[in-house]
């Protein structure tokens, strides 16, 4: 599996930082960076219909090899990384993990501790893969297109291993939401597919939040501050005060599980106009729909109080939850399971606390859970890959294909 840890080094160093206030497809043109040399090695690799659209879809099929006839199986993750965190010059090393901390970054006392990410606890005796604590590592979701890339790799190397049709796909900006937006899914061509999209080793994902996005612009009120008695309103201020309108505990960092929240993303401005940003999130579509229904009442309120247009609300729903799009195809949840279990990886089935591609995917017409891709603590300096999960994962979308091409 050399040549899985050789690509993933390869491709974290690359920036494919998206950008939320961008308007263009992709939101950021370095992504085409990665696109296109991913380009060249499935070339390399002999693949059939490699198109790179304009809006940065990568797509390739590798040919049946037999006449059994298996369904058309897809393989996605996405290029981009998160803009919550810089991806710029990621200088990532491997580290022989023998318990205790690991020091990121000295000069800036970034630590990546156990005590605060007992998860590594479970890591003793394997190889991290760690950046250097200014950077996040961009393992989410390269991680993923390694594994893709290398399992793609072994059935091109080994021709005498039968299998269907097989397709993959690598997309921008899915952590801005619009990651398969344009996507041309009639091209593509799958059955069904599966993301390798992050989660713990063994992780089985077919259900995801209901999402939301929320951006409220306040105007307020600028007069002199010595004279500004009944007369000011202080458009900061009125942000701060529709944020105390909404559930503290309904906040990410105060839920877990299937518990849903309101997550201010951003805040900006000054005494007449100020800007914020919510996500709204929930995994049940009724108390999604009483999230959005709450947020826009904050609003009101806010505007009869302080005079009617001080808050603009604009809520624009973002993907839903996928689970009921499934549901009708559960063979291939099943089958990931079962192909976890004969490589002695005990599966776990998890709500996703997020979103990924196979959620729009799976509402348009193409079901697509999602699998572990030894990826951790994503979004941040203290993301971080384990060698020996990578492998597996590569390992198991070759039995998930084993499987299917068994069962024709």
Do not use: W
Not at 270 to 276: E, I, N, R, T
Not at 288 to 296: A, N, R, S, T
Not at 375 to 401: C, D, R, W
């Amino acid at each position: 599996m050399s040549h899985l840890i050789d690509r993933f080094l390869a491709y974290v160093q690359i920036d494919t930082t998206s950008d939320f206030t961008s308007p263009s497809n992709p939101s950021t043109k370095k992504q085409f960076d990665l696109a296109n040399i991913l380009k060249q090695e499935c070339e390399q690799l002999g693949l059939a219909n490699i198109v790179l659209t304009d809006k940065c879809h990568l797509l390739a099929e590798l040919p049946a090899n037999t006449d059994k006839t298996i369904p058309i199986i897809g393989f996605n993750a996405h290029m981009d990384t998160s803009p919550d965190f810089s991806g710029t010059n990621v200088d990532p090393r491997i580290i022989p993990y023998q318990g205790g901390e690991i020091v990121l970054n000295e000069e800036t006392n970034v630590i990546l501790s156990p005590e605060q990410f007992p998860v590594m606890k479970d890591m003793v005796g394997l190889h991290l893969i760690v950046p250097d604590g200014t950077t996040l590592l961009g393992a989410d979701d390269k991680a993923g297109i390694a594994e893709i890339m290398t399992a793609i790799e072994y059935l091109v190397e080994h021709p005498e291993i039968e299998h269907g049709t097989i397709k993959i796909c690598f997309t921008p900006d899915e952590e801005i939401g619009r990651g398969v937006h344009h996507f041309e899914y009639e091209l593509f061509g799958a059955d069904f597919a599966y993301t390798l999209d992050g989660g713990r080793l063994g992780t089985v994902t077919y259900e995801n939040f209901n999402a939301a996005h929320a951006e409220i612009n306040i105007r307020g009120r600028s007069i002199h501050p010595g004279t500004a008695k009944n007369q000011m309103i202080n458009a900061l201020r009125v942000a701060m005060e529709l944020e105390g309108l909404l559930p503290a505990a309904a906040r990410p960092e105060y839920t877990e599980k299937f518990e849903g929240f309101f997550h201010l993303t951003r805040m900006e401005g000054s005494v007449p106009l100020a800007h914020c940003e919510y996500i709204l999130r929930d995994h049940d579509m009724q108390k999604f729909q009483q999230k959005k229904e709450l947020m826009q009442k904050a609003c009101d309120f806010l505007n009869l109080k302080y005079g009617e247009s001080t808050v603009e609300c604009k809520i624009t729903d973002s993907y839903y939850n996928m689970r009921e799009k499934i549901e009708p195809v559960m063979h291939i949840v099943e089958n990931a399971i079962e192909a976890m279990r004969c490589l002695d990886i005990e599966p776990r089935i998890e709500p996703i606390r997020g979103g990924t591609d196979g959620a729009q995917m799976s509402y348009q017409g193409l079901p697509t859970p999602n699998l572990f891709d030894g990826s951790y603590n994503g979004h941040g300096p203290y993301e971080f890959a384990v060698v020996e999960h990578m492998e597996l994962a590569v390992q198991t979308i070759l039995k998930i294909i084993e499987r299917y091409t068994q069962a024709a």
